[in-house]
């Protein structure tokens, strides 16, 4: 989890300093797990979320 969640930093970090792509910052990062009971702050803009609960 903890690479996940450091993956997707990275990534903004990436992106959002390319001053000529013009892209802001997103307003919150989800990491989606398969196995898990609740959905979770792991920290800052960034939410722990189990697949299931992006069912209809």
């Given amino acids: 989890m903890p690479a996940a969640i450091e993956g997707l ?3 903004e970090e ?5 001053s000529r792509a013009q892209v802001r910052p997103p307003e919150f990062k989800m990491v989606l797990v398969g196995v898990s009971e609740h959905a979770r702050k792991a920290g800052g803009r960034t ?7 992006l069912g209809a």
């Fill in 14 to 18: 990436k992106v959002c300093s390319n």
């Fill in 9 to 11: 930093d990275h990534l």
């Fill in 47 to 53: 939410y722990v979320v189990p697949v299931r609960l």
